[in-house]
C-alpha cells in the first residue's frame, strides 16, 4: 500500500495550486482519502475527505476555496486550492481509511503518503 502526493510548491497569495495523490496498492472504491495538513508547530488538522462513494467533506477554513476530486480509473486523488492565503502554508498530506469519511482525527487513517510542502508567500 502506498500513497504519493507531488504538486506542492511556493505560490504567491490569491494563487492556486492543484495537488495530487497516487495511491497503489489498493482500490479507492473501499477507502476514503483524507487531506490533511501540519503547519510548523502545529498539529496534523483535516482539510477535506473523499469517501468511497464520492462523498466530499470540508474544514470550514477551506469551504469554497479548495475542491476535492478523484480519478477512480487512474487510482489517483485531487486538491485543487484556490485562492491561497498565507495561513495555508504547510506540509500536505493524503491518508487514507476504510470507506468513510467519519473522523478527522489523523490516528482512524491507516496509510500515509509522504507529504507535500505549500507555501504561500509574496
Known amino acids: 500500500v502506498q500513497l504519493v502526493e507531488s504538486g506542492g510548491g511556493l505560490v504567491q497569495p490569491g494563487g492556486s495550486l492543484r495537488l495530487s495523490c497516487a495511491a497503489s496498492?489498493?482500490?479507492?472504491?473501499?477507502?476514503?482519502i483524507g487531506w490533511f495538513r501540519q503547519a510548523p508547530g502545529k498539529g496534523r488538522e483535516g482539510v477535506t475527505c473523499?469517501?468511497?462513494?464520492?462523498?466530499?467533506y470540508y474544514a470550514d477554513s477551506v469551504k469554497g476555496r479548495f475542491t476535492v476530486s478523484r480519478d477512480t480509473a487512474k487510482n489517483t486523488l485531487y486538491l485543487q486550492m484556490n485562492s491561497l492565503k498565507p495561513e495555508d502554508t504547510a506540509v500536505y498530506y493524503c491518508?487514507?481509511?476504510?470507506?468513510?469519511?467519519?473522523?478527522?482525527?489523523?490516528?482512524?487513517?491507516?496509510?500515509w503518503g509522504q507529504g507535500t510542502q505549500v507555501t504561500v508567500s509574496s
Open positions: 491518508a487514507a481509511r476504510p470507506f468513510t469519511c467519519s473522523t478527522w482525527r489523523p490516528d482512524d487513517y491507516s496509510f
Open positions: 496498492g489498493f482500490s479507492l472504491d473501499f477507502y476514503a
Open positions: 473523499i469517501s468511497n462513494s464520492g462523498s466530499t
